[in-house]
């Protein structure tokens, strides 16, 4: 997990941070949606992001999941009471768990880590002095030199005004405030092309809807909360996966009936390579 924090990180604070005219020129907390679509080892997705910035609240959704396993499943986090959800818009369905900041805290990198970051970012990431408008908002490209975590041969376009509308999100997160990571924010991440470990990736936010009409996500009203096997057999019924029920409903572990998978519609190789990428 420390691997894809610190790449995040690295891509994050290569993504964020100023100010400028039209839609550059509002200035309040974000509320609204953000879609987008991806590209990532040869597999198209897309997705959405519903922030409510000032309410410190968030939700993504990522089309692939539902492609390749499917699960239409919403997470939503709460970083003002620090709880997140995992919903079924579908179902009407949802589990919650409490954010243990103590786990987070241990997942971010250290002083000295962030020295290293700090040094590769600033010698790996160029700004080419070229703008593009995208979604409304204008983006600064910037140019990856040699090779970040294995990405390499890469641009991004970053929107500096639109990152400081979502700011206000992180407030009560003051361990992040504690990296001391604020010279790298340059941007919010608007688009992204190039190669990470050899495979072509891309990212794009093709649309940005603004207003409380567009939070949809966030409200849980009418949902009826389960608790974790519950919400996960629930999302499991629909999916390939749903030939292993009855094997689950009187389980106390899985590891027994893992011959099952081989069995399953589903494409083992794509979906070990994607969980490759969380460990």
């Given amino acids: 997990?420390?691997?894809?924090?610190?790449?995040?990180?690295?891509?994050?604070?290569?993504?964020?941070?100023?100010?400028?005219?039209?839609?550059?020129?509002?200035?309040?907390?974000?509320?609204?949606?953000?879609?987008?679509?991806?590209?990532?080892?040869?597999?198209?997705?897309?997705?959405?992001?519903?922030?409510?910035?000032?309410?410190?609240?968030?939700?993504?959704?990522?089309?692939?999941?539902?492609?390749?396993?499917?699960?239409?499943?919403?997470?939503?986090?709460?970083?003002?009471?620090?709880?997140?959800?995992?919903?079924?818009?579908?179902?009407?369905?949802?589990?919650?768990?409490?954010?243990?900041?103590?786990?987070?805290?241990?997942?971010?990198?250290?002083?000295?880590?962030?020295?290293?970051?700090?040094?590769?970012?600033?010698?790996?990431?160029?700004?080419?002095?070229k703008e593009q408008t995208i979604s409304g908002y204008t983006s600064e490209e910037y140019k990856i030199v040699g090779n970040i975590e294995g990405?390499?041969?890469?641009?991004?376009?970053?929107?500096?005004?639109?990152?400081?509308?979502?700011?206000?999100?992180?407030?009560a997160f003051s361990e992040i405030k504690e990296l001391g990571i604020e010279d790298m924010m340059i941007g919010f991440p608007m688009k992204a092309e190039g190669k990470s470990d050899g495979k072509t990736f891309t990212f794009e936010v093709t649309k940005i809807t603004e207003g409380k009409e567009a939070l949809s996500d966030l409200d849980l009203t009418g949902y009826k909360e389960m608790n974790e096997m519950e919400f996960m057999m629930n999302m499991m019924k629909d999916n390939p996966m749903g030939g292993m029920m009855d094997q689950l409903k009187d389980l106390e572990g899985l590891s027994d009936h893992m011959e099952g998978l081989e069995d399953l519609d589903v494409d083992l190789d794509k979906l070990t390579e994607m969980m490759e990428q969380f460990n």
């Fill in 1 to 129: 997990m420390k691997k894809i924090t610190r790449a995040l990180l690295l891509c994050a604070t290569a993504l964020f941070l100023t100010n400028c005219g039209g839609a550059d020129s509002d200035t309040s907390p974000f509320v609204g949606q953000i879609e987008f679509t991806a590209k990532v080892m040869g597999i198209k997705s897309g997705g959405t992001m519903t922030i409510d910035a000032g309410e410190q609240k968030l939700t993504y959704r990522i089309d692939a999941l539902k492609d390749f396993l499917g699960m239409d499943m919403v997470v939503m986090i709460d970083l003002k009471n620090m709880i997140s959800y995992s919903v079924s818009p579908k179902d009407k369905t949802y589990m919650k768990m409490d954010i243990e900041r103590k786990d987070m805290k241990n997942e971010l990198p250290s002083k000295k880590e962030i020295d290293e970051m700090r040094k590769e970012f600033f010698s790996k990431l160029k700004a080419t002095g």
């Fill in 151 to 171: 990405v390499k041969d890469a641009k991004i376009w970053v929107s500096k005004s639109f990152l400081n509308r979502i700011i206000p999100m992180w407030d």
